[in-house]
């Protein structure tokens, strides 16, 4: 799937130096897709507007359906394109604004239905988030059903509620009250009006943290939260606003059709025929939807009238029709048209061009380290204080016992780190911390605050920050979208604030600077190497500024000048103040870089103390370290790893 990339946001950063245009063919560099774009988008909103000046009435009705569902597209592309939930009740919003509207001109039948629309879109938008709210923990297959669940709910009241929405008989509408000459112009500009303020909204998501939480949400929920992403009220957010316009052109539909009833009015066809238009517009882009569904309507309206021999036009050819375009579309254009289209003038920009592939680290210097913000000051001589206590912590899973009444501390100031044999229950203690998974029995004090109950965000927000044994980048985004989607804080009015800009566009550059890897920050992040996700990863954790680091495996897996520089950078960020707590197998880079080392066997710490004592411990030696460990340990350290001792 793809998103539109950072060119969507106002930054203030220097844009890294254009790739020579001989190459690129005419029509591929980005001047002529720019006039070709303004050209195409003109043209159509031109003919869209003046489109009720066609003759033919049925070609208005087509256009008029169309921007129907192209309003329902452009509201669920915001939670399917850009939050990642496939949802099958769009058309119920539909359904719900039709109805507000019906109701309420028939109970004030001398007030135009027109007044009624926006009460129609509040009520959907508002009956969005209760949905949000009911699907807050499910994703997936489970979500989808829930979503068909709710849309057959809705249309269940509306034919049992009888007094207020008359039942299967339906409700129907007020005349429209103006001169005949006007025709359909009052509702296709009503419905152009909503369209527009649609695609406003969504391109305004798209630019802001709001935006790019959504994204994160779609790419790795369980990742988003520990970088403070408060997913429940943005999916609630997103569900409202998704539903927000397409209750009001519900609301136009209605007095366009001149009836509502409920088995028309909650069709799960049409919630179909809106998630298409999305898919083959392309999920996640602006106008993708818009196309989707222009391009679907007057396909169905061909299959309704059209009859080939035996095959009548009508329902069962519009289900061959749709299930083989789903089918067509899932083989031929898994990403849609304007996705493939972006992809083809990509893929003609890039050639010949020399990428980033193999680029060298840019090298550490002093210039390149970035003032981190500390709470505290740098530990002193001295017993420091903790800054997390973890208390007979324990977490099963089935019969297996994978943290068994874990204790330990982690002082201010230090590079703590958390050693044992594979198994032991390391990064489940890095999950229990960072809110990922929820404790069975025990505490953690952060600060001396408990933060066990806490949902992962509220641990962010309070100073939590964390790496992941396989980097988990958030893939679609780009390297400086990653850098800056981290919050330290909640607020809504920062929803609104664009999601690349001002000190934090050009703190996203330091950190990047800092771990050497600024020539990338508009390279997709998935497209990177695992070392190099590794430093993006560390970046991205500097960003939130927490109080605790904790590191799992960071010199896991990447080469050793790669090691080298993660322990430099490490070693850097401590002295400024930063405590850190790692996980981490390479006994050579925890020796020279960690002080105290706690160990863990069974879920159970079974020796703690400076890098000295760990390595004489009998009982770390039996359970991990290992006799050939002790012998190998008198010859000089391995090649290739780190070399410098600890500086702490
Ligand atoms: N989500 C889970 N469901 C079931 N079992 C789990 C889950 N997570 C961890 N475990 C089990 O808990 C135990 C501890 O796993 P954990 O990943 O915490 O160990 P570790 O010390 O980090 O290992 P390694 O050094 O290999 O990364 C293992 O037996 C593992 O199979």
Known sequence: MSIDKGSAYTTNLPTPPAAPTSAVPLWARPRTIRIATTIVLSASAIVLLLFPLSPSRSAQNTVIIALVFAIGAVGLNIVTGYTGYLSLSQFAFVGIGAYTVAILARAWPDVSPFAWVPIGGLLAAAMACILGLVTYRSRGPSFVIITIAFLFLVQFIAIEWDELTNGTAGITMPLPD???????????????????????????????????????????????????????????????????????????????????????????????????????????TLFGPVLGAFLIEPLNTFANNVSFGVIQG???????????????????????????????????????????????????SSSTTPAVTTERAPAHPGPARALLEVRGLSKSFGGNHAVDDCTFTVPEGSITALIGPNGSGKTTVFNLVSGTLLADRGEILLDGERVDRVAPWGRAHRGVGRTFQITRLFREMTVLENIVTPLRSFSIPRLGVPAVSGAEASRAMELLDFVGLAAYRDVRAGSLSYGQQKLIELAQVLMLDPKLIMLDEPAGGINPTLIERMGDLIRDLNRQGKTFLLVEHNMPFVLGLCDPIRVLAKGHVIAEGDPDRIQKDPAVIDAYLGDDYLLERKPAPAAGLVTEGSTR
């Open 178 to 284: 103006w001169p005949r000459e006007w025709g359909n112009w009052p509702f296709h500009l009503a419905l152009v009006v909503l369209l527009g303020l649609s695609l406003l909204m969504s391109w305004w998501i798209r630019r802001t943290k709001f935006g790019l939480g959504l994204i994160a949400i779609r790419e790795d929920e369980g990742k988003a939260g520990t970088v403070g992403v408060t997913a429940p009220v943005y999916k609630l957010l997103a569900f409202g606003a998704s539903a927000l316009f397409v209750g009001m052109a519900g609301g136009v539909y209605a007095y366009y059709l001149g009836f509502v009833d409920p088995v028309n009015m909650f069709s799960i066809l049409f919630s179909v025929q809106i998630v298409l238009s999305v898919i083959l517009g392309g999920r996640g």
């Open 314 to 364: 009508g329902g069962n050819l519009r289900l061959v029709m749709f299930g083989s375009l789903l089918l067509l579309l899932v083989v031929l254009l898994p990403e849609g048209i304007v996705p493939s289209l972006k992809a083809l003038v990509e893929r003609a920009r890039a050639k010949g061009r020399v990428g980033l592939s193999g680029a060298r680290l840019a090298p550490l």
